[in-house]
């Protein structure tokens, strides 16, 4: 199965700063990656796909790049909305597997 | 707008049975694959299980192989998990997800999600 390695686990940010959250896979994955966002008692929403690809409707602020073993998704503008827990998600094998997850504090 | 609508959780003991249902509405249910994942109390996301557009693939996780079966019902426009056996590691909330194939022919990722359902396996 393939590993996805989030890091960091948890991140505690102000408003207006820039945050990065790191995805490593276990083995090449080319850009089969997903990101998405859950905030605390309700459903995962889907940001992005094929690594950098925003889905329609996401802002803007999100964005995603990588391929390969090593992604990244960046949160621009951090607002108060924005905390939540993040996650990457692989399609390039199955099992489809997760990263652990981000929980994304404002300070 | 896709609507995804989970029922059935609930509690159950060790070894006994649980069948979870999904109705779909706002998109044409026959099109899409469509997923079941897991989410554990204070854990992460876990993949379950994936069927394809007409019920003829069907994919699983390891730990649930011979005890889970996903099925559909496109007339129903109803997405299934008959849960078997189960252990109380099966303990999570389980959401129903329609599965957006982006590498052909079956590989790809969750692009709606509903509300979850629990599922509670304790004695």
């Known amino acids: 199965d393939i590993q996805m390695t989030q890091s960091p686990s948890s991140l505690s940010a102000s408003v207006g700063d820039t945050v990065t959250i790191t995805c490593r896979a276990s083995?090449?994955?080319?850009?089969?990656l997903a990101w998405f966002q859950q905030k605390p008692g309700k459903a995962p929403k889907s940001l992005i796909y094929?690594?950098?690809s925003l889905r329609n409707g996401v802002p803007s602020k999100f964005s995603g790049s990588g391929s390969g073993t090593d992604f990244t998704l960046t949160i621009t503008s951090l607002q108060p909305e924005d905390s939540a827990t993040y996650y990457c998600?692989?399609?390039?094998?199955?099992?489809?597997?997760f990263g652990g997850g981000t929980k994304v504090e404002i300070k | 707008e896709v609507q995804l609508v989970e029922s059935g959780g609930g509690l159950v003991q060790p070894g006994g049975s649980l069948r979870l249902s999904c109705a779909a509405s706002?998109?044409?249910?026959?099109?899409?694959?469509m997923s079941w994942i897991r989410q554990a109390p204070g854990e992460g996301l876990g993949w379950v299980a994936n069927?394809?557009?007409?019920?003829?693939?069907?994919y699983y996780v390891d730990s649930v192989k011979g005890r889970f079966t996903i099925s559909r019902d496109n007339a129903k426009n109803s997405l299934y998990l008959q849960m078997n056996n189960l252990r109380a590691e099966d303990t999570a909330v389980y959401y129903c997800?329609?599965?957006?194939?982006?590498?052909?022919?079956?590989?790809?990722?969750?692009?709606?999600w509903g509300q979850g359902t629990l599922v509670t396996v304790s004695s």
């Open positions: 998600q692989q399609y390039d094998t199955y099992p489809l597997t």
């Open positions: 997800a329609r599965f957006r194939i982006v590498v052909a022919p079956n590989w790809g990722y969750f692009d709606s």
């Open positions: 706002g998109f044409t249910f026959s099109g899409y694959w």
């Open positions: 094929a690594a950098s």
């Open positions: 069927i394809k557009r007409d019920g003829g693939e069907k």
């Open positions: 083995q090449a994955i080319s850009n089969y």
